[in-house]
């Protein structure tokens, strides 16, 4: 795809960092853009500055946690009618967070929540909006992984378990996703990106989400 103009993109974890820049950049090409966050006061900068400095396209803000599919398939609703539209052009599961880092020693609430956001998020997402990109004309998955979909540890004196995990569940899928695109659905595409260490807010954004969780 290399036109984006009129386009309709989705992006998953849109608060900030990657998620955030993606907004700015498709949205300087004229892409209409949809963005969730499970931290509000993240979602609302990015979406108050993307619509400020980009008001010819369309972009809406949705709250979910992408680990619950009731959020999610709520998220996919509000999209579909804040955007007037019955198909997407561009999926980027991006949204995802720290912790859970040893198998050993963290506790299954710390473990289960990073998994559940890093790798269900992408699965349920992609479920929720497959229909959505089959309706397209052309349409694009991405889905991020991390270098620790390749190497399963921080180094040899730090576990990172079960974010490694759901990287490598996500790098996985997204391969098995390109030959079952080429059979049965020519006219999408899927793409995997690996990024090594990115200053993002990752860290802060998981204790945020861990003070909304216990409000």
């Not at 050993?104 to 229909?131: H, N, P, Q």
Request: hydrophobic content about 35%; some cysteine; glycine content about 10%.
């Amino acid at each position: 795809m290399k036109n984006f103009d009129g386009k309709i993109a989705v992006i998953t974890g849109g608060g900030t960092g990657m998620g955030r820049e993606l907004t700015y950049q498709l949205a300087a090409e004229g892409c209409n853009v949809s963005i969730c966050d499970v931290i509000e006061e993240n979602m609302e900068e990015t979406f108050e500055q993307a619509s400020k400095k980009y008001p010819q396209v369309k972009i809406t803000k949705h709250l979910c946690d992408v680990s619950s599919e009731d959020d999610v398939l709520r998220f996919r609703d509000e999209v579909l009618e804040q955007q007037e539209t019955e198909h997407i052009n561009l999926l980027f599961n991006n949204a995802g967070i720290g912790g859970g880092a040893s198998f050993v020693l963290s506790g299954i609430e710390e473990w289960e929540r990073t998994f559940k956001i890093c790798w269900d998020g992408v699965y349920l997402c992609s479920r929720a909006f497959m229909d959505a990109l089959l309706k397209s004309e052309e349409g694009h998955m991405i889905n991020t992984s991390s270098v620790n979909g390749f190497w399963a540890t921080l180094g040899h004196s730090q576990p990172h378990t079960s974010y490694s995990a759901a990287k490598f569940a996500v790098k996985g899928f997204t391969e098995a996703l390109i030959n079952d695109f080429r059979i049965n659905a020519p006219h999408l595409g899927v793409s995997l990106v690996m990024p090594g260490h990115i200053g993002t807010s990752i860290s802060e954004n998981l204790e945020k989400f861990g003070k909304k969780r216990h409000s």
